[in-house]
């Protein structure tokens, strides 16, 4: 899946989380997006997917996915592992309800 996101923080537009990176990823297909606002927390770099720092890079990265089908294959299966498990809403109630927990000793 190919999305990344142009910086538009002056206008006080930030990309959040990015769920449609996950709703990929729970189909095992890895993201290619821009290092802008919270990105880089829903793709993980050269795990997930892949994140470029400028759209000159973007041809570039597309190239190599599409030649390297192992490395499109590896990506996609960590992010469809990790959507189904760290970022499973049971695995996220459980993170906040240990860390309230902590807190309250």
Same mark, same amino acid.
């Given at each position: ?54 759209? @000159?890079?973007? @041809? ?8 390297d089908k192992a490395k499109r294959q590896m ?22 309800? @240990?860390t309230i927990n902590s807190l309250n000793k």
């Amino acid at each position: 899946m190919v999305m990344p996101t142009i910086d538009e923080s002056h206008n006080n537009s930030v990309e959040g989380f990015g769920i449609a990176y996950i709703e990929a990823a729970l189909f095992g297909i890895p993201s290619i997006a821009s290092n802008v606002g919270g990105t880089s927390e829903a793709v993980i770099h050269n795990k997930t997917g892949i994140i470029i720092e400028n759209l @000159s890079e973007l @041809s570039n990265v597309l190239k190599d996915l599409i030649d390297d089908k192992a490395k499109r294959q590896m990506l996609g299966k960590n992010a469809k592992v990790r959507a189904q498990t760290e970022l499973d809403w049971e695995y996220q109630i459980e993170t906040y309800i @240990s860390t309230i927990n902590s807190l309250n000793k």
